[in-house]
């Protein structure tokens, strides 16, 4: 069982991973004359979002529905969040990517193609939904009913199994 220590611990460095990637995505194009220092952040950003996507799994196995085998439970509550992070990653992943092929060589000039100012509004935009699911479901995973046995539990399991 998540005790409210460990429970506070965990939240607090995924709300601290969450905002360095606000930080990120807020105010790393001020930094493109510095194309080093630019994928730097980049690079910590995506492991950032990736280590926030393996805490969420690692806090889903440590419940007590997920130990009760009822995986798809956990799966259908939370199935929102999981696509989005996979989805904000891979975004975020690409349009790193391109920015810094575009501007490795001249950091100086402002390019932003069409494609990349797509890719840049899609990307922001999964952000706002990634931030606001991820947060919630962290929160939610704080409900003590995830981590014993209740009526709620046992009415889900024989649903699941008649």
């Known amino acids: 069982m998540l005790q409210t220590s460990n429970y506070s611990l965990v939240l607090s460095l995924q709300f601290l991973l969450l905002f360095y990637d ?6 790393s194009e001020l930094l493109r004359v510095a194309p080093v220092v630019q994928l730097v952040l980049f690079i910590i950003q995506d492991i950032a979002t990736l280590f926030n996507v393996i805490i969420l799994f690692l806090m889903f196995f440590n419940t007590f529905v997920f130990q009760a085998g009822l995986v798809s439970l956990l799966f259908r509550k939370f199935k929102g969040t999981i696509v ?3 989805t904000y990653l891979a975004l975020s992943i690409s349009f790193h990517v ?6 490795w060589k001249n950091s100086n000039r402002f390019i932003w193609t069409d494609g990349l100012q797509a890719l840049f509004v899609f990307q922001r935009l999964a952000a706002v939904l990634y931030y606001y699911f991820y947060k919630r479901t962290a929160v939610r995973l704080g409900d003590p009913r995830f ?3 209740s009526l709620w539990l046992r009415k ?3 649903q699941v199994r008649g």
């Open 147 to 149: 981590y014993q046995d």
């Open 156 to 158: 889900e399991f024989t």
């Open 84 to 86: 989005l992070a996979a």
């Open 98 to 103: 391109w920015v810094m092929n575009l501007r």
């Open 22 to 27: 606000l930080f990120v995505n807020s105010f």
